[in-house]
């Protein structure tokens, strides 16, 4: 956070919270939500110091169970407005004063007066810095109201809309039956900006299934699950494949080219899926192969061109074409990634150029 020179952001889920209520959500699914907020930025960490804590969630407890995990750390509370004039009554609220340094964010238009809020003599000793960014009128009430109607809102990450529409949370109508057992293993498979990435993918699969008439379903669960095996070590991928004479050891071998194939095999095996339209979407969904189906397609080019990419120079043009010709976009994804290789110094798989070469000539 480049206001107070921040090392890094924690973000911590409440767990119970003394004053509230889940209202839909669980402290699991709350904390799996927020890794799929803020997955992808480096400097933002997800925290479980209050979803793994047993009993009632109180701020003091939380500032302690995190200064001790950072021993020695300068600790700043981001706090809204909004929330300043209960400070006095918080439990133990000298211990919170005494631990940390109050961030205060507007949240109240006008914001409140912080010189009038440190007047006061039961806060003396507070330390409190007003953050000046613009206000955003978020209500999370009007969120779950919006959602109870079957309305995705405005303003939500791609990733936790995907994470909504999955679990069927806050009476949104699910997208897949029983989803919370493969998103808690998932989450905890793989680090977090993977996690987050495979559900921005989910969100991309499901709009292009509607488009290209694609069983939605199918693409999500596998879009879902087409990195389970990513954070696998490579040893651990050979294994797999050797196991079951998936191995081609004339090729190239890489966790690139190795986690869609061992990527199958796990989602069978690790996560009970048995469809095998939806195994081989995730087997093919790096490399690609000749007589693709329209749902390995999907999956493959959700994958490319999903909402937290890092943009590149072609990035929009592949969104758009997948819009409207997914083996053009197959072909472009494929032509680029070869070229990239090519750039590096790197091997190219066989298996890419077999891809682009039956596309082109099933033109």
Not at 10 to 39: C, W
Request: glycine share 6%; charged share 20%.
């Amino acid at each position: 956070m480049a206001y107070a020179a921040l090392d890094k952001v924690l973000f911590v889920p409440s767990g119970r919270h003394p004053n509230k209520t889940s209202e839909g959500a669980d402290a699991e699914q709350r904390y799996q939500m927020t890794v799929a907020a803020i997955g992808s930025n480096k400097r933002y960490v997800p925290s479980r110091v209050e979803t793994d804590k047993p009993g009632i969630s109180y701020t003091a407890d939380t500032l302690t169970l995190i200064q001790n995990q950072y021993f020695g750390s300068a600790l700043f509370l981001i706090l809204g407005d909004d929330k300043l004039p209960s400070l006095d009554g918080w439990y133990h609220r000298d211990s919170v004063i005494s631990q940390c340094t109050f961030l205060i964010v507007p949240r109240q238009n006008p914001p409140l007066d912080l010189s009038a809020v440190l007047s006061g003599a039961s806060l003396t000793g507070a330390r409190m810095e007003a953050v000046p960014m613009k206000l955003h009128d978020v209500s999370g009430c009007v969120i779950r109201q919006s959602l109870k109607r079957g309305v995705m809102p405005d303003g939500i990450p791609t990733a936790v809309q995907a994470y909504i529409a999955l679990s069927g949370l806050y009476g949104y109508a699910p997208l897949i039956a029983n989803a919370a057992p493969i998103l808690t293993q998932l989450c905890q498979a793989l680090p977090p900006r993977r996690f987050a990435h495979s559900l921005n993918v989910c969100y991309t699969a499901a709009e292009l299934a509607d488009i290209h008439g694609v069983d939605k379903q199918k693409a999500v669960l596998a879009a879902l699950l087409h990195d389970c095996a990513k954070a696998f070590p490579e040893e651990t991928m050979r294994s797999i494949l050797q196991a079951r004479g998936m191995r081609n050891g004339q090729a190239p071998e890489s966790n690139a080219t190795m986690h869609g194939p061992a990527g199958s095999v796990v989602a069978q095996e690790a996560y009970g899926i048995h469809d095998p339209d939806i195994l081989k979407a995730i087997r093919v969904h790096t490399l690609g192969e000749p007589r693709m189906s329209a749902l390995d397609m999907v999956v493959f080019i959700a994958d490319t061109t999903e909402p937290g990419r890092v943009l590149h120079n072609r990035l929009e043009e592949l969104r758009s074409l997948s819009r409207t010709n997914l083996p053009a976009a197959i072909a472009l994804s494929l032509t680029l990634t070869a070229q990239r290789l090519k750039a590096n110094g790197a091997q190219i798989h066989p298996s890419l150029y077999k891809t682009i070469q039956w596309i082109e000539n099933t033109k």
